[in-house]
């Protein structure tokens, strides 16, 4: 087995520098060609702390694994909020379209329980309840409910 190297990273601004180039250097490999993999990778997750792992096998092979961020970290980006609702109950902080939703759910995809697509993104959506987001402007529980009935199947692809 080859080494490992794990690092946090700002998603889609991996650079040669710390924490990359110190680990990979000593390595021999090709820094650049990994960083850009990596960036293009983690492209989607611009201005997030995205976890990445480098295997290698030996000098030449390597396999990125990207972690992903938390879904509520994913959704209040989304929305362009700080933080979620302290008091969910009362208190909203912003609002999901059902698009966002899916954006959300195709970045999880991998992590994940759900077996298809819609029930990915009514994973999302659920996701809502305890941060004070709606979704398309109804509580989330109501959304799912939509999601199920098809009625978002037009925006959904």
Same mark, same amino acid.
């Given at each position: 087995?080859?080494?490992?190297?794990?690092?946090?990273?700002?998603?889609?601004?991996?650079?040669?520098?710390?924490?990359?180039?110190?680990?990979?250097?000593? !390595?021999? *490999?090709?820094? =650049?060609? #990994?960083? +850009?993999?990596?960036?293009?990778? @983690?492209?989607?997750?611009?201005? !997030?702390? *995205?976890?990445? =792992?480098? #295997?290698? +096998?030996?000098?030449?092979?390597? @396999?990125?694994?990207?972690?992903?961020?938390?879904?509520?970290?994913?959704?209040?980006?989304?929305?362009?909020?700080?933080?979620?609702?302290?008091?969910?109950?009362?208190?909203?902080?912003?609002?999901?379209?059902?698009?966002?939703?899916?954006?959300?759910?195709?970045?999880?995809?991998?992590?994940?329980?759900?077996?298809?697509?819609?029930?990915?993104?009514?994973?999302?959506?659920?996701?809502?309840?305890?941060?004070?987001?709606?979704?398309?402007?109804?509580?989330?529980?109501?959304?799912?409910?939509?999601?199920?009935?098809?009625?978002?199947?037009?925006?959904?692809?």
């Amino acid at each position: 087995m080859g080494e490992v190297v794990e690092a946090l990273i700002p998603g889609g601004q991996a650079n040669p520098g710390p924490p990359l180039g110190p680990a990979l250097g000593p !390595m021999g *490999v090709n820094i =650049k060609e #990994i960083v +850009d993999n990596i960036n293009e990778k @983690t492209a989607d997750f611009n201005g !997030m702390q *995205v976890p990445v =792992k480098i #295997i290698f +096998d030996d000098k030449k092979n390597y @396999t990125i694994e990207i972690g992903t961020p938390p879904t509520s970290a994913l959704i209040l980006k989304e929305i362009g909020v700080e933080k979620g609702s302290g008091n969910a109950g009362t208190e909203l902080v912003g609002n999901l379209t059902i698009e966002q939703a899916a954006k959300v759910a195709r970045m999880k995809r991998d992590s994940l329980l759900a077996s298809d697509f819609k029930s990915a993104v009514n994973e999302i959506v659920g996701s809502c309840v305890p941060m004070g987001v709606t979704v398309e402007d109804m509580d989330p529980r109501e959304a799912q409910k939509a999601v199920k009935n098809g009625d978002f199947d037009d925006r959904l692809e």
